[in-house]
């Protein structure tokens, strides 16, 4: 079968390797659509935030349909459409990552990684459950978002779109902080009530005249840029509500920390979305969210390198998909 492979550090190619076979526990899965994601390129530079070996199969946003099932596996049958986990394993392991992942016609995981993709989401949809359950983690750790609040998302990736999105479908008033127009304007389309552009003057200033001078209710870092994170205590208000996503792997940037005190903000910080897939799944199946407008390219997995290169295009690609089956 075909799989596109990260062979080592900075070599990516499709390559023909062996159909996996499963164990009691597991399921065969064919993949039906994969995205790429920017701790990809982390995982190919052998730069990424758990230990990892080559060659491994990238691939932790996916679709699929099960194919087979393991002997002692119950509640699943060939023919299930499938959405997956990333952190398993207590948070030892990353699908994708320090376990081959889904960017092959054919994968394997355990059962109990596996949820089921309702029929209002589409194979394409079911693809975004993983960064938007990334968002959506953040969001419910911080008690969610409430009525009129004031959200500020920091960052115009996918998984800052996917919290825009989140954050205006729970009622929010939304501001987008991101220094690219495109991903501005995708903002935007995704629902945000105002734009801004970090070039344009002080990030602070900007929001508090956007929000009658209290600053943010909920801030939702999602850039991972050390100046971008630093900046989130700045435009949070009092008992501002403070959500990091964005990872970064040993940045430093100077940051008033007594406004951790001064303004009695609330900070957490997340990674991946471990425990909260089924109440995502019933949030994007119930309330018709739209991510479709971030997939601005789609592959097939035999053009799997050129798939990374268009991912790797800000300025024009937010979210690329890979197809198979």
Known sequence: ?????????????????DEPEIGDDELLVSLRQVGVCHSDFDLLADNYIIPVQF????GH????????VGRGVRGFSQGDRIVGECTVNGGADHFGFSISGAAA??????????HRLPDELSWQQGATVEPFSCAFHSIDR????????????????PIGLSAVAAAVTMGGRVILVEPTESRRAFGLRMGAHDVVDPSAGPIEEQVLGLTEGRGADVVIEAS????????????????GRLGFIGINVGGLAPTAMGLIQAKVLTITGTIGSPDIWPETIRFMSATGIDLDSMITSVFDLTDGPEALQ???????????QMTAG
């Open 224 to 239: 991972g840029n050390p100046e971008a994170m630093a900046s989130a205590l700045e435009i949070a208000g009092y008992r």
């Open 61 to 68: 946003e996916w679709s699929g349909e099960i194919v087979d």
């Open 105 to 114: 016609e054919l994968f394997k995981i355990r059962a109990d990684w596996a």
């Open 142 to 157: 911080l008690g969610g978002v409430r009525g009129g609040d004031d959200v500020a998302v920091v960052g115009g990736g």
């Open 310 to 320: 268009a991912a790797e295009d800000r300025t024009n690609n937010v979210k690329v």
């Open 1 to 17: 079968m075909k799989a596109l492979v990260f062979s080592q550090a900075g070599v990516a190619g499709v390559e023909d390797v």
């Open 55 to 58: 060659p491994i199969i990238p």
